[in-house]
T-cell receptor, first 113, second 113 residues
C-alpha cells in the first residue's frame, strides 16, 4: 500500500519569509495529493490539492508542486504570516482505484512575528 | 447540515467497555471516511463508505472495530472491548463524490482509562 513521508517535522520561519514542506510517496499509481492545515484543537482543513496530470498549482500565497518521476510533492507558502502557524499534513490517494487517503506525519510550522 | 458533525465530542470509557461514535456527514455527500489521529501524528485511515457499503475497511486495526452506515447518511463507528491503546481522536470526513474534496468533522476524543 501507499506510504507517505513528510519533512521537516518542525519548521520555524520569520514572518514574511517562505516555508517549504516536502513529501514523498511510494505508490506510483497514486493520482491525488491534498494538503491539509490543522490548527490546535481544530479539524484538518483542505488548503490546496493537486492531481497527477498537473505539475504545479497556485492559490494566492500557497503553491504545490508535483514530481511524478521522483514521487515527491511540496507545499510552498510565501510571505508567511503568524496565522499560518499550524500543523500541515500532506496526503496521497492510495492507488488509481479506490479512495483511501494516506497522510504524512505532519509538519508543525511556527511563524515568528 | 452545514458541516460534518461528530458526537460525542469527548468520550471517556473504562477499559473493556463498548463505545459508539457517531458521524453526521454533510447532506448529500455520498462518501464517508473514518480516521484515527494520535497526538502528533497524521490521520490514519480506518474505513470509507460509498453509500451504504464499506468500500474499503482495510484500515480497521482488528475485529474489535466495526462501522456501519445503514441508510447511506449517518455512520457509527463501534469499538468493542476497548483498550487503552484505542485512545485517540477519531475523525470523520465526507465528500460529495468519492475521491472529491473531503470535509472533516471536529472529531471525537476517545479516552480509555
Amino acid at each position: 500500500g501507499e506510504n507517505v513521508e513528510q519533512h521537516p517535522s518542525t519548521l520555524s520561519v520569520q514572518e514574511g519569509d517562505s516555508a517549504v514542506i516536502k513529501c514523498t510517496y511510494s505508490d506510483s499509481a497514486s493520482n491525488y495529493f491534498p494538503w491539509y492545515k490543522q490548527e490546535l484543537g481544530k479539524r484538518p482543513q483542505l488548503i490546496i490539492d493537486i492531481r497527477s496530470n498537473v505539475g504545479e498549482k497556485k492559490d494566492q500565497r500557497i503553491a504545490v508542486t508535483l514530481n511524478k518521476t521522483a514521487k515527491h510533492f511540496s507545499l510552498h507558502i510565501t510571505e508567511t504570516q503568524p496565522e499560518d502557524s499550524a500543523v500541515y499534513f500532506c496526503a496521497a490517494k492510495d492507488g488509481a482505484v479506490g479512495f483511501k487517503t494516506i497522510f504524512g506525519a505532519g509538519t508543525r510550522l511556527f511563524v515568528k512575528a | 447540515g452545514a458541516g460534518v458533525s461528530q458526537t460525542p465530542s469527548n468520550k471517556v470509557t473504562e477499559k473493556g467497555k463498548y463505545v459508539e461514535l457517531r458521524c453526521d456527514p454533510i447532506s448529500g455527500h455520498t462518501a464517508l471516511y473514518w480516521y484515527r489521529q494520535s497526538l502528533g501524528q497524521g490521520p490514519e485511515f480506518l474505513i470509507y463508505f460509498q453509500g451504504t457499503g464499506a468500500a474499503d475497511d482495510s484500515g480497521l486495526p482488528n475485529d474489535r472495530f466495526f462501522a456501519v452506515r445503514p441508510e447511506g447518511s449517518v455512520s457509527t463507528l463501534k469499538i468493542q472491548r476497548t483498550e487503552r491503546g484505542d485512545s485517540a481522536m477519531y475523525l470523520c470526513a465526507s465528500s460529495l463524490i468519492v475521491g472529491g474534496e473531503a470535509f472533516f468533522g471536529q472529531g471525537t476524543r476517545l479516552t480509555v482509562v
